[in-house]
């Protein structure tokens, strides 16, 4: 009986109204929403997106840094019956046509911060009936509107259109589905024992799915979700000790920076109790300035993606330490999530034994339902009903699973693979080396050759020699950079906080066709 | 994507032995069997299964009290791909022959106990083409067989048949798949949060899906299960001295037997840190009690049914409180499950406002595929989308669930309707009733009347008079009883310890037709 048995995520908002009523909801700067108020302004919304001619599974975007009525947007989307799609800010007018284009959403609430970039969408994307502007109107329009009643989507309807950051190729809406975040919600449920008095901060952008997936769980457990529009470590800090905040998702760059604020200790964080990453595992140094920061926090790392509502793997606080039997996983990304199938197999998709590097496969319930509109690409990454991650890594005797690379960015050289990831920590262990990534570039011999970008120190110009020497020391010979390039901008990085190799290979392309630029 | 995404649950049991290899998982008295073990002794068990011919969707039923072998068994049964039939050993044997030529298994499993009735089962069911008695045979088929890979059930396939004690009519098969009790654990874990030191102990029959739902959930999480194979209140509480136990799950009857034993106090309770319980609602004068007993310990009750697999609402520690805005929900059975939505319909199913009585219906991914062989009974009880429980309740102004009786069981008298429980209540608090339960019977005038069934305390023999007297100032005239019985002999039960009104009625009613007896 259980395919459209799993409720619609609506009624995790219509239970914490009911059995949280009066407790905050959302805190957004001087902005308090309880959960009653939270779920009225969501039906209210709903309803004057229904008026708006919104239908069942329809699509409704949203383009917006973290505030209430970001949340409210994509809730009362789905209160609508409708595709909830989180928009990211951080791209340009043309890719966000491109992705409206492709998703044809019949609203769009925008932030005012952005209002002349939707009015660039306005005119190039035919599908939007409607622009709400995310100000006084949008208030007006909350008043204005009769609430209406849930309607009724339910676990096998898309919730979700999440376009991928995509470090390589066309942009893919990733259609996640009611029943998809319920099922992450339960692996985290699993992994991490909250309640609902565990405060939660949102500084991670909401457009992507591992910050909704947080405000999905959040929202089961009716618990009080804090928003900052924008990452700024004081903030963050100030946050924490002003609401009391429990626990935070934050990649490992803005650990870094929180963690190197000079004014660190003038802030309370005893309240803090997790501290979740993702997008990539934590050095050590970084770890052990953590631990003596937070003493009293647990650390948690997801790895997974859009596709995956987000998680695949979890490395839980337990092995978040550097002594006893369970030592030696930080450089892992954990293990299975509770309802995950995690697998590593080869091009011909046969499962690889134990220690080799394969394609990271994954099978079960969070697995998306497939990408918007593209049915063939769809096909091809589920096949044989596993979901192809693109990623490439190793499962260790113990199930924990080891990243080497993306599987686009390997590099075959003279017939050997380089993991790029191997090279860079090579590179980025040379003192002059402030940051770096490592592309495969052309080659007549080799096929492939690897190539260094690096962003040197303040007043360091490190040269060839110098890095190849370096590398010669840690890594094998074919591995070693061939050539490198300095740039002072910082690497080009996807909305996600990966390295766009892409871009790199682009850039290096462009110069090679074209020297005098 | 999903609805074939969902794992089998011997994941869990995979999972278990890779994570927690040499931690105990079952402790059977002086045998211990590590996860490691475990797992081996189920892949041995379903390999033994296999060469005995059963194959995909092949039913195994178990006959026996809670051992180690009972759970590898059951365990073994899915790891063969099979469906698992944990059988209820307190029927008899013409009862379990009707089960099981219903269910047709392929092979039985049976505690030597129980050799007899296999005997006779062996004799009645053409189906069975191997007994397995779970003695030194067992071992040696153990030692003898080859492990087998999983068979790979997946998420939709039937995962166990479970009989229901049904307190009226035909037993029905009820068919619970792997997905079912997925969704179940993540209800458990949103309500509880456990970890896997959480150790457990089963003194509730494994028979039962409430007891089977805690051993998946266990399986899940990893932690050690302790078996005891009949309650006994001293044993109860030597086993949490023991063994460190951490959660347990009773019955108000056997909870009530606990606190009772003169001994209590000899044994250290220390570890405990939860008690579930369910079947009936905890009475306030035994709740004080525990309270005063463990009072490090948080009672926890659950509400639900075999088709639920089995929870559907809960009742958590913070309103196990006689004071403070929690308090007075402890006649309920709770609030909706996190997955699980509860309603109150009409005969024509129409949803009831808030206090109206009617039947309670639930919808959610732990309601049962159906009831085995029985195509027309499963469309009518899920009618709609939605399980018909066959309970009659109301649902208060914030969600709590408050049962009334069992629609057969409700008395409809001169038009009016008698809720049983209510009757019962006003009977029972005359000092001398031990117990009673409270019946409709033919009337030409009314219909019905109401007929009362007591156990007197000893030495006493309360009269209708006197009853109807005490009963007067507690409820409404056409509640009071018209007549009554005496009875010595405790009131039937089911296996789930409700009492067995459609007994009482066939016994009143053989009385009425031979007034001689």
């Not at 995956?308 to 550097?322: D, I, M, N, R, Y």
């Not at 192809?388 to 990243?403: K, S």
């Amino acid at each position: 009986m259980y395919p459209d048995s799993y409720p619609g995520l609506t009624l995790a908002l219509a239970r914490a109204a009911d059995r949280r009523g009066e407790a905050p909801a959302l805190i957004d700067g001087e902005t308090v929403i309880t959960w009653h108020a939270y779920r009225d302004r969501v039906a209210r919304l709903a309803g004057a997106l229904a008026g708006m001619g919104v239908q069942a599974g329809d699509r409704v975007a949203v383009l917006s840094p973290n505030t209430h009525r970001l949340l409210e947007s994509l809730f009362a989307a789905l209160w609508a019956g409708g595709v909830a799609v989180p928009l990211n800010h951080r791209l340009a007018a043309p890719e966000l046509a491109a992705q409206a284009n492709d998703c044809t959403p019949v609203v769009l609430v925008v932030d005012p911060a952005f209002r002349s970039v939707a009015e660039t969408l306005r005119a190039r994307v035919p599908s939007l009936r409607h622009i709400i502007v995310a100000d006084d109107n949008y208030e007006r329009l909350l008043t204005d509107a009769a609430p209406i009643p849930d309607q009724g989507a339910r676990g096998d309807d898309t919730a979700f259109i999440i376009y991928t950051g995509g470090t390589t190729g066309r942009a893919k809406g990733v259609m996640l589905t009611h029943a998809n975040l319920w099922a992450n919600t339960a692996n985290a449920l699993a992994a991490v024992p909250l309640d609902g008095d565990s405060t939660h901060l949102h500084v991670a952008p909401l457009f992507h799915v591992a910050a909704i997936a947080r405000a999905v769980s959040a929202t089961v457990l009716g618990t009080t979700q804090v928003l900052l529009a924008k990452f700024d470590p004081a903030a963050v800090l100030a946050a924490i000790q002003q609401h009391r905040v429990v626990i935070v998702l934050l990649v490992p760059t803005m650990l870094r920076v929180v963690a190197d604020l000079p004014g660190f200790h003038d802030y309370d964080t005893a309240s803090l109790r997790m501290i979740a990453y993702g997008a990539s595992p934590i050095d050590e140094t970084l770890l052990r300035r953590l631990i003596k920061l937070f003493p009293h926090v647990a650390l948690f790392q997801a790895y997974g993606m859009t596709e995956l509502s987000p998680t695949a793997t979890q490395l839980g606080p337990e092995h978040h330490v550097f002594d006893g039997p369970n030592a030696g996983r930080l450089r892992s990304a954990g293990r299975a999530a509770m309802l995950a199938e995690v697998r590593v197999v080869d091009d011909a998709d046969v499962e690889q034994p134990t220690g080799a590097v394969g394609e990271i496969v994954v099978r079960g319930p969070t697995v998306m339902k497939g990408y918007w509109n593209q049915p063939e690409v769809t096909a091809h990454t589920l096949r044989g009903g596993w979901m192809h991650t693109g990623d490439l890594g190793y499962l260790d005797a113990d199930g924990f699973l080891f990243l080497v690379d993306r599987k686009n960015d390997m590099i075959i050289s003279g017939g050997e693979n380089v993991h790029t990831t191997e090279v860079e920590n090579a590179v980025a262990s040379h003192p002059a080396v402030a940051d770096c990534a490592v592309i495969g570039i052309p080659d007549p011999r080799w096929g492939q050759v690897v190539h260094a970008v690096i962003v040197p120190r303040p007043g360091e110009t490190p040269d060839l020699a110098a890095i190849q020497a370096h590398c010669r020391a840690l890594i094998a010979g074919y591995k070693i950079p061939r050539s490198l390039e300095l740039r002072t901008a910082p690497l080009p990085l996807s909305g996600a906080n990966k390295v766009l190799k892409s871009k790199l290979r682009e850039e290096w392309a462009a110069r090679a066709v074209s020297p005098s630029r």
